[in-house]
T-cell receptor, first 111, second 116 residues
Framework: RKEVEQDPGPFNVPEGATVAFNCTYS??????FFWYRQDCRKEPKLLMS???SGNEDGRFTAQLNRASQYISLLIRDSKLSDSATYLC????????????FGGGTRVLVKP | SQTIHQWPATLVQPVGSPLSLECTVE??????LYWYRQAAGRGLQLLFY??????ISSEVPQNLSASRPQDRQFILSSKKLLLSDSGFYLC???????????????FGPGTRLTVL
């Protein structure tokens, strides 16, 4: 079983619609969680951290469910510019503050 | 402000040739540094990380090596490249002052390596 699993997609989303997807992680000792965004042939960039109580940043909402070991990302009012691959990232708090990346969920927003 | 540089941006090398990729960070001191590889259509795989000069931890067995000759310089090398070494190589750093599990890493622009 992969440490961090994501549905690869693609999620084809009409412009203005809402899309949500999850990520599951296997290490129950994981301490911190992030969503990164990666555009085609570019480096990943932090979209948002995920806090235990859930958090929102504009049109983006992230949730953490420690009991079921998953995190989610919801995008409201999708824009064409939201088309990207969204990477779920987990830090188990081990030496070196290493991150474990999911394979990414591809989102395509269409007019 | 802090910035991270990688070069070259793209590289095409024959099988069996050597490799040297460089990553430098500006505007910080004593960062954690990381090398990742992303194969085509795949997720990021951590290759090496370093918590200080001369300190290298290897995450996966392979024909690559890493070195940290200076505080803000991280080098990825190979003596003989394999076809399977093709991929997108990303360097990342974690600020010293934020060495807590809830802080993110910042990525360089990456080097796209094609081994033929």
């Amino acid at each position: 079983r992969k440490e961090v699993e994501q549905d690869p997609g693609p999620f084809n989303v009409p412009e203005g619609a809402t899309v949500a997807f999850n990520c599951t992680y296997s290490n129950s000792a994981s301490q911190s969680f992030f969503w990164y965004r990666q555009d085609c042939r570019k480096e990943p960039k932090l979209l948002m951290s995920v806090y235990s109580s859930g958090n929102e940043d504009g049109r983006f909402t992230a949730q953490l469910n420690r009991a079921s070991q998953y995190i989610s990302l919801l995008i409201r009012d999708s824009k064409l510019s939201d088309s990207a691959t969204y990477l779920c990232v987990v830090n188990a708090g081990a030496a070196g503050n290493k991150l474990t990346f999911g394979g990414g969920t591809r989102v395509l927003v269409k007019p | 402000s802090q910035t991270i540089h990688q070069w070259p941006a793209t590289l095409v090398q024959p099988v069996g040739s050597p490799l040297s990729l460089e990553c430098t960070v500006e505007g910080t001191s004593n960062p954690n540094l990381y090398w990742y590889r992303q194969a085509a259509g795949r997720g990021l795989q951590l290759l090496f990380y370093s918590v200080g000069i001369g300190q290298i931890s290897s995450e996966v067995p392979q024909n690559l090596s890493a070195s940290r000759p200076q505080d803000r310089q991280f080098i990825l090398s190979s003596k003989k490249l394999l076809l399977s070494d093709s991929g997108f190589y990303l360097c990342a750093w974690l600020p010293t002052a934020r060495r807590r599990a809830d802080n993110e890493q910042f990525f360089g622009p990456g080097t796209r390596l094609t081994v033929l």
